[in-house]
């Protein structure tokens, strides 16, 4: 595929965005070649890059990954998980009707079942965070799920307005801030709104979701698509991270003659 691992300093396949920056929602990436990611040629490289349409369900499954993983990350750190919170929260799953257990690894590490795609829409939207994080925490992790299970559902709809882009466009950038948000105010003060998780744990995947979907989005309205029509979760389960799409002679940013990706 020509990508770079995604723990490389250059992870994108869409942009030169380093991995210890890719956070900060200031700064903008144009879909555009990354050519700090020399390692490997594309395996077709007559594509241009914009016709490479990221797979909304890997970006489901993968973004919905990390926010258990936090989550019970923090969990795990409580002496009685394993007593008490760990069957209260597969009782829960079973609530929603999702089948979820943890069990422990090789290493003796916590490990849990791996959901697929309509179990995670289901803890997405109904999982209640805060019956097992309290207050201000607890409320803005469930908040993330949330937001993110709408922000998800938005790009799978057809038919949208420039002003809804631009409007997801925003709402993404302000999800990617609340989830690496800093502590701010005084320690122990009442004013201090505790921070979320660190700037280190926004993932490659997050990056594409908040730089590089409003501008798909964008591209595949000009010609009259959306990504509904490219959704790989009706049609197979792959391991890929995107979804590749040739597109014959035209191309989807407008133009007749691109550049070549090489
Ligand atoms: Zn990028």
């Known amino acids: 595929m020509g990508l770079n691992a995604p723990n490389s300093k250059h992870f994108c396949l869409y942009c030169e965005c380093e991995s210890n920056i890719c956070w900060d929602m200031n700064l903008k990436w144009p879909i555009n070649k990354n050519t700090q990611s020399k390692k490997k040629s594309e395996l077709f490289p007559v594509i241009k890059q914009k016709n490479y349409i990221p797979d909304e369900l890997h970006l489901l499954l993968r973004i919905l990954d990390v926010l258990m993983e936090c989550f019970f990350n923090d969990l795990f750190k409580k002496k009685e998980f394993e007593r008490v919170i760990k069957s209260q929260i597969e009782q829960t799953m079973k609530s929603i009707q999702v089948h979820f257990e943890f069990f422990k690894s090789q290493g003796g590490k916590w490990d849990w079942t791996s959901l697929m795609e309509p179990d995670k829409k289901k ?93 798909f989005l964008r591209i595949l309205k000009e010609k009259n698509l959306s990504l509904q029509f490219f959704f790989a979760s009706s049609i197979e389960k792959k391991n890929h991270n995107q979804v590749q799409l040739f597109f014959g002679g035209t191309t989807m940013g407008g133009e007749i003659k691109g550049k070549s990706v090489v």
């Open 123 to 215: 803890v997405l939207q109904h999982f209640p965070v805060t019956n097992f994080i309290s207050r201000r925490r607890g409320e803005d992790i469930q908040k993330l799920w949330r937001d993110f299970y709408d922000l998800y559902m938005f790009i799978r709809q057809t038919d949208l307005k420039d002003s809804e882009i631009d409007d997801f466009e925003i709402k993404v950038k302000e999800w990617i801030y609340l989830f690496c948000r800093p502590n701010q105010g005084q320690i122990n003060s009442s004013s201090q709104v505790p921070g979320l998780y660190r700037k280190e744990d926004v993932t490659p995947y997050m990056h594409v979701f908040s730089q590089h979907i409003p501008e």
